[in-house]
């Protein structure tokens, strides 16, 4: 018998007001995030089909759909379908390379030093890479992320950064012109700013 979780009705509400042709849009852009974030991660170690039993893409996918279908995860009013199902997904595939122990927990290498650097440039560390600097990269992330929670389209910009999306990659996925994306970065880098003490930049 399945077990339907809290937030089953109020999810349920709203995928009642989705149309097909979003549910095509959001499916066909969910499965292309989840192959760009997981781009030569596939071959071995935490998301490999022999660990996961099943495609990566198929796996998170569908687990990222059951979790709002069922409502075991919210459906926050302040996300449409897609970001909502992005931020599960990203949770899930952390989740799972914690949960095999094969490699460290998952964390984002953040170079702050030019605009394609500090905010394009985002890499998993290498298992020659120290613990401690693993905690580093993990705290920079949280940072950036309490900053600018509050703000869905930033937020949406960084899950897309986070993933390894390009300028133009990220201008095409959130139908805006490449300025735009400039200018949203911008936005991003003040948010985070405005955080810090005085005389400190994160960004």
């Given at each position: 018998?399945?077990?339907?979780?809290?937030?089953?009705?109020?999810?349920?509400?709203?995928?009642?007001?989705?149309?097909?042709?979003?549910?095509?849009?959001?499916?066909?852009?969910?499965?292309?995030?989840?192959?760009?974030?997981?781009?030569?991660?596939?071959?071995?170690?935490?998301?490999?089909?022999s660990n996961l039993g099943d495609d990566p893409v198929s796996y998170y996918y569908e687990d990222a759909i059951d979790s709002?279908?069922?409502?075991?995860?919210?459906?926050?009013?302040?996300?449409?379908?897609?970001?909502?199902?992005?931020?599960?997904?990203?949770?899930?595939?952390s989740k799972e390379v914690d949960k095999t122990k094969t490699t460290k927990a998952q964390s984002l290498k953040i170079?702050?030093?030019?605009?394609?650097?500090?905010?394009?440039?985002?890499?998993?560390?290498?298992?020659?890479?120290?613990?401690?600097?693993?905690?580093?990269?993990?705290?920079?992330?949280?940072?950036?992320?309490?900053?600018?929670?509050?703000?869905?389209?930033?937020?949406?910009?960084?899950?897309?950064?986070?993933?390894?999306?390009?300028?133009?990659?990220?201008?095409?996925?959130?139908?805006?012109?490449?300025?735009?994306?400039?200018?949203?970065?911008?936005?991003?880098?003040?948010?985070?700013?405005?955080?810090?003490?005085?005389?400190?930049?994160?960004?």
């Amino acid at each position: 018998m399945e077990t339907f979780g809290k937030y089953y009705d109020l999810n349920q509400k709203k995928l009642c007001a989705v149309n097909d042709d979003t549910l095509r849009v959001v499916n066909s852009k969910c499965k292309y995030f989840i192959e760009k974030r997981l781009y030569q991660r596939t071959l071995y170690g935490a998301h490999n089909s022999s660990n996961l039993g099943d495609d990566p893409v198929s796996y998170y996918y569908e687990d990222a759909i059951d979790s709002i279908i069922s409502g075991r995860w919210e459906w926050k009013d302040e996300f449409d379908l897609l970001h909502q199902l992005i931020r599960i997904i990203n949770s899930k595939i952390s989740k799972e390379v914690d949960k095999t122990k094969t490699t460290k927990a998952q964390s984002l290498k953040i170079k702050f030093t030019d605009i394609e650097a500090e905010l394009y440039d985002c890499e998993m560390p290498d298992d020659s890479e120290d613990q401690e600097q693993n905690l580093i990269y993990e705290k920079q992330v949280v940072f950036i992320e309490n900053a600018i929670k509050d703000y869905k389209n930033l937020t949406e910009l960084f899950d897309l950064i986070k993933a390894g999306y390009k300028r133009r990659e990220i201008a095409e996925y959130m139908d805006i012109e490449p300025k735009r994306v400039d200018k949203l970065i911008e936005q991003l880098k003040e948010k985070v700013n405005l955080q810090k003490p005085p005389k400190t930049q994160i960004l």
